[in-house]
Every structure is written in structure tokens, then in C-alpha cells.
């Protein structure tokens, strides 16, 4: 995601403080240095005597550093301000504000521009969000969706860069790795985010989730590759949901937390036991 550089402002960029002092310093600098100039040029023309000549220049360093320091300050903090809002306003058009994380358009940005590098796309959808934002209140939702997304992190975060596209919506762009390796991790963060508690104390929340993957190939575009993995994900929920599907594969892939450990099943359970509580051993 590329973000436009504030304008230099004497060539500092001002961005924090410490930029905001370099600029007054250099500000300062400038003002004095042309104030001294005038100023001794006029005393060497108009010359009286010495002891006047360094009254005066002592007077002229004297206003310049009073009028130049705060005046300084005053521009700059106005222009940091500005950049500062510039930036957020950039930010607002590539990242999700509730998240934190890159948004859509981010990731259609992202995907285009690792073209032919062994691109892995996966989604992740929470099972039944409507459910927990109708019992528990939309507030709750969104604090859930915002942990989920630092797992996601966590979990998936080293294999590429995750986004959020829709409101219950995680995508990982993978790149470049292997579907294999994406489909396993996809497995610890199924039985992560199925073990953890997202509500508050007294409130326990738990939620699951399904995951589609899509492996990549060179000459597909971005709408295909995000349609196929949807498909993908479509057939993990079809398939009872708290799994993954890779496309192209038929069997999708179910994690059920047991004790401390997780055990997968190759095949589709006949019916899924709700994880939303450790199985007993």
C-alpha cells in the first residue's frame, strides 16, 4: 500500500516533534543568519562606530530568535496537524478502523502486485455472527471480530499479510507459499479461535469458524481467485461448518479440540460435536 509523503517544509517533513523541532531550528537558523546579514551590511555601509555596529547586532539576533522561535512553532504545529490528518485520511482508504488490519481494497492492490510469485488466498467467515450479535449485542460483535482479527494475526500473520474485507470476513494473501502449508495453519487457528473466549467476564462468548483456500495460479485474476475461494469456503460450511476446504479438494478438513491437543479428521464427520467446550478426555 503506498501512502503520499507529506510536503517538506524546508525540508523537513513534519511529522512528529522531533521534526517540528528541526524545522524551527532550521527556520530560526535561516531568519537570523538573513537578519544579520542585512544588518551588518547596513552598519559596514552607514558605519559610525564599532561599539553602535554590536548594539545593533546584538539587538537585531536579539528580535530575530523572539520573533522567529515561536512563530516557528505556531507554523509548524499548524502544518504537523494537517499531515497528521492527511495521513489518517489515507490510512481510512486501505485499513479497517475497527481492526486495524488492510481492507479490500488494499488486498486486491496486494494481490495484483505479487502476480506469478505462488499467491495462496484464504478466507475465514465466523460461523453464525448474526447469532452473536442478536444475544449478546453488536458491541460485542465487534470486540470479538477485533480479537479474532489479532489471532488471525498471530496465527496466520508470518505466512503473508491478513486483511479484513466484510464485517465477519478475514483473508490471508499468502505469498509465496504453499497450500499445504497455509491449510495447516489454517487447522491451528480453526482450533485456536474454537477454544478461546471472546466475551467478558461472566459472558462467555465462543464462536467457530470456516475457512476457504485457493491456490493461485499466474494468469488468474483477482475476481476469479476470490470467487473460487469463496466456493471453497461455501463447501466448508456445507460440510458442517468449523473446518476448511481447499479447492479442488473433496474432502474438507475438521479440527476438534480434545484436552490440550488437537486431533484432525481426514474425512467429514458425520455430525460435528459443537466446540465451543474443551471435550473431556
Known amino acids: 500500500m503506498d501512502f503520499m509523503p507529506p510536503r517538506p517544509l524546508l525540508g523537513v517533513p513534519l511529522q512528529d516533534e522531533t521534526d517540528l523541532h528541526r524545522f524551527v531550528a532550521r527556520l530560526t537558523m535561516i531568519c537570523t543568519s538573513v537578519a544579520l546579514a542585512v544588518d ?39 502544518v504537523l496537524r494537517a499531515n497528521r490528518l492527511a495521513t489518517k485520511l489515507s490510512l481510512l482508504k486501505v485499513m479497517d478502523p475497527m481492526t486495524g488490519l488492510p481492507n479490500g481494497k488494499c488486498l486486491r492492490e496486494d494481490f495484483e502486485a505479487a502476480q506469478g510469485s505462488g499467491r495462496v488466498l484464504l478466507i475465514a467467515d465466523v460461523d453464525h455472527m448474526s447469532n452473536i450479535n442478536e444475544t449478546f449485542g453488536h458491541g460485542c460483535g465487534d470486540d470479538a471480530i477485533s480479537r479474532l482479527a489479532r489471532i488471525a494475526a498471530d496465527e496466520l500473520g508470518d505466512l503473508g499479510k491478513v486483511y479484513r474485507t466484510h464485517s465477519d470476513e478475514l483473508v490471508l494473501l ?17 482450533a485456536r479461535t474454537a477454544r478461546t473466549d471472546f466475551g467478558q467476564p461472566g459472558q462467555p462468548i465462543f464462536l467457530t469458524i470456516s475457512v476457504g483456500i485457493t491456490a493461485v495460479q499466474s494468469h488468474v485474476s483477482f475476481g476469479r481467485a476470490f470467487a473460487d475461494t469463496e466456493r471453497a469456503l461455501q463447501n466448508a460450511r456445507t460440510a458442517g ?11 474438507p478438513f475438521a479440527g476438534i479440540v480434545e484436552s490440550d491437543e488437537i486431533a484432525w479428521e481426514s474425512r467429514p464427520p458425520v455430525k460435528m460435536v459443537a466446540p465451543l467446550k474443551r471435550m473431556a478426555s
Open 40 to 78: 551588518v551590511t547596513n552598519q559596514m555601509v552607514f558605519f559610525l562606530d564599532w561599539p553602535i555596529a554590536i548594539r545593533s547586532w546584538c539587538l537585531t539576533l536579539l528580535v530575530s530568535l523572539s520573533v522567529t522561535i515561536p512563530s516557528g512553532y505556531i507554523v509548524g504545529r499548524s
Open 174 to 190: 499468502a505469498t509465496p507459499k504453499s497450500v499445504h502449508d497455509v491449510a495447516n495453519r489454517a487447522l491451528s487457528f480453526i
Open 241 to 251: 461448518r468449523n473446518r476448511h476446504h481447499v479447492a479442488d479438494d473433496h474432502l
